[in-house]
């Protein structure tokens, strides 16, 4: 299965695709889409749009593994990313490709085993379950890559998290 996980924002999204084959993972890419805080929020939106739609149709993700919106003190900011949130639903949609979400507790309990794990331990579970040399710098990209693996560890029972 060929998962594209997504950390959803509006200044920084972190994207990965990976293959989960007979209980194993491989890394395909991974990276941030950024936007610059000048720009209109409508653009910025846009450039999301695009981005993701080109990351798909480049590598054909079977289903997209999206973290829910975790809810913080500037609601302004809140607001923005649900709305970024929202442009990975429709890129999924328009795209006829399944997505499901996951909450920031249940990857951190599907990727390190316990739902209030630090991110550090994130970093270093999916850095070993990728198999990859380095934790990337963004936080984003590290959390797009949980969400994949926790849609992976998953998968058998997901239809509860598939948005509809």
Do not use: W
Not at 12 to 20: A, F, R
Not at 128 to 154: F, G, Q, R, Y
């Amino acid at each position: 299965m060929r998962i594209l996980g997504i950390d959803p924002g509006f200044a920084i999204t972190g994207y990965s695709v990976i293959d989960y084959i007979g209980n194993k993972f491989k890394l395909i890419t991974s990276g941030a889409i950024t936007t610059e805080a000048g720009l209109a929020f409508p653009t910025r939106l846009t450039i999301i749009y695009d981005e993701l739609g080109e990351i798909i149709h480049k590598y054909n993700p079977e289903v997209i593994a999206v973290e829910e919106l975790f809810f913080n003190q500037n609601i302004k900011t809140a607001i923005n990313v649900a709305q970024a949130r929202g442009i990975v639903l429709v890129v999924g949609c328009k795209n006829s490709i399944p997505t499901y979400e996951y909450t920031p507790l249940q990857i951190k309990q599907a990727v390190v085993g316990y739902g209030r794990a630090e991110k550090k331990q994130v970093q270093q579970m999916v850095k070993a379950i990728l198999n990859v040399k380095e934790v990337p710098k963004l936080d984003d990209i590290t959390d797009s890559m949980a969400a994949a693996i926790c849609h992976a560890h998953s998968s058998k029972f997901s239809e509860e998290f598939r948005v509809r």
